[in-house]
């Protein structure tokens, strides 16, 4: 790479989140247990969608792409994290900073895009309902699908393409557990104020424009479903406030670390937790524990798997 050469900075250093080392301990274990405890969900929710033929429908295909969008997400941080818990020198190379960045910006802008496909899906589906299976054909929800990692890759690229050159001469040391492009640009020895400005806009705007997209409409599909309410709208209700809790919880801190004028507070890098770990767990747990037919499908699942064994 060239931006290489020109940088005489070749790692950099986490501050992580505590010395403690009484909190280090229980920092570990429940870092382990839901970094776990997400990987399973996600899994479990991937194959009973993907074995159960009830649930081969629009809305339950792109679950299981959240699933395994959220996968690769706590994988890019969480494990280094867990893994540097209790090291005194918690390093990264240049070149990993710069992939845990490209990955967290394209995974990340790839499930915004795909939890807008959701709303949409929500949408077609409560709105227009005689038109559902022709909007949402297989061949649209794969578009969507191919649309979401585009997005995420050129949002991601645009972003790095300025910050790879960038020469870092002086200090080395990231308040933080992971790299991302706030903290790092302040290390910059260059002035880099047009650079964080484009990642407010690049970023923030994503983030905060996405999150808007999706509370308008949320709220027209809930006013529909309010206003026909009848013998269905209590199952719609219930899908829709899962969706919801999930993007609140999603955005809230994402809006909150790009848009905040000034990452120097300690407060983003424990809301930065919530992303990492909390989010992709709580996806599963939102989904499958309120969904009767994700519950029933497990179920069969489980019986199935159970007749297997009985035979071999
Ligand atoms: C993701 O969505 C596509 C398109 O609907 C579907 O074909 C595919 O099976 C889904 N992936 C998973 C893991 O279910």
Redo the contacts with the bound molecule.
């Keep these: 790479m060239d931006g290489m050469n020109h940088s005489t900075v070749s790692e950099f250093v986490f501050l992580g989140l505590t010395n403690s080392w009484e909190i280090q301990l229980p920092l570990f274990v429940f870092s382990c247990l839901f970094y776990l405890a997400g990987m399973m969900g996600n899994l479990v929710i991937?194959f009973t969608?993907?074995l159960d033929v009830h649930l081969h429908s629009?809305m339950y295909?792109?679950l299981?792409?959240l699933?395994?969008i959220d996968m690769f997400f706590c994988s890019i941080t969480a494990p280094k994290m867990i893994y540097d818990i209790f090291k005194k020198h918690k390093a990264i190379s240049f070149c990993g900073c710069i992939t845990q960045i490209f990955f967290t910006h394209a995974v990340g802008a790839a499930e915004m895009v795909l939890l807008i496909t959701m709303a949409f899906d929500r949408y077609v589906a409560i709105c227009k309902p005689l038109h559902y299976l022709t909007i949402m054909s297989?061949r649209m929800?794969?578009y969507f699908?191919v649309t979401s990692w585009i997005v995420g890759f050129i949002h991601s690229l645009i972003q790095l393409v300025f910050v790879v050159d960038l020469p870092f001469c002086g200090p080395n040391v990231l308040d933080s557990f992971y790299c991302d492009l706030p903290r790092l640009l302040r290390l910059a020895c260059t002035n880099t104020l047009e650079l964080e400005f484009m990642v407010i806009v690049n970023s923030g705007l994503i983030s905060v424009g996405s999150f808007v997209l999706l509370v308008i409409s949320y709220i027209f599909i809930l006013f529909t479903v309010w206003k026909h309410s009848s013998g269905g709208s209590y199952k719609a209700l219930s899908t829709l406030s899962a969706h919801i809790i999930v993007v609140v919880l999603f955005f809230g801190p994402l809006m909150f670390f790009y848009t905040w004028p000034s990452p120097t507070s300690h407060l983003d890098k424990y809301l930065a937790i919530f992303d990492a770990f909390i989010t992709p767990f709580l996806n599963p747990v939102i989904y499958t524990f309120r969904n009767k037919e994700m519950k029933m499908a497990i179920k069969r699942l489980c019986s199935r798997l159970g007749h297997y064994r009985k035979i071999s």
Aim: net charge neutral.
């Design positions: 991937v969608i993907t629009p295909f792109l299981a792409n699933s395994v297989p929800c794969l699908l």
